[in-house]
Nanobody, 123 residues
Framework: HVQLVESWGGSVQPGESLTLSCAGSGFPVSVVCLGWFRQAPGKERESVARISRDHAGRYVAESVKGRFTASREKGKNVLFLQMDNLDAEDTAMYYC?????????????????WGQGTQVTVS
């Protein structure tokens, strides 16, 4: 079965950086999209960045564009999120999600495999 494991969250001060990683295993061939999502207390889970297996589909949320960079080796199931110039509004639980098909859907409900999440706190 599909497993996703996020790592390297933490507590930082505003303006600092963090890099998250997500290691996936057990994927069937059809699973092509990996993405980072985040959920703050009392808010819905929102997409941060998504990359397809062949890199043809790459999506970044407007709220993090220019500060966050997602990367993934082509054909591999390891996803990174480089987060620079963090601010308090980035505080959330960050989740790695996977789905078969393209990365076009941004709603969390379109992703059917999830990791346990890693907490990022900026204060």
């Amino acid at each position: 079965h599909v497993q996703l494991v996020e790592s390297w969250g933490g507590s930082v001060q505003p303006g600092e950086s963090l890099t998250l990683s997500c290691a996936g295993s057990g994927f069937p061939v059809s699973v092509v999209c990996l993405g980072w999502f985040r959920q703050a207390p009392g808010k819905e889970r929102e997409s941060v960045a998504r990359i397809s297996r062949d890199h043809a589909g790459r999506y970044v949320a407007e709220s993090v564009k220019g500060r966050f960079t997602a990367s993934r080796e082509k054909g591999k199931n390891v996803l990174f999120l480089q987060m620079d110039n963090l601010d308090a509004e980035d505080t959330a639980m960050y989740y790695c999600g996977a789905r078969g098909g393209s990365c076009a859907p941004e709603e969390a409900s379109a992703y059917n495999s999830w990791g346990q999440g890693t907490q990022v706190t900026v204060s």
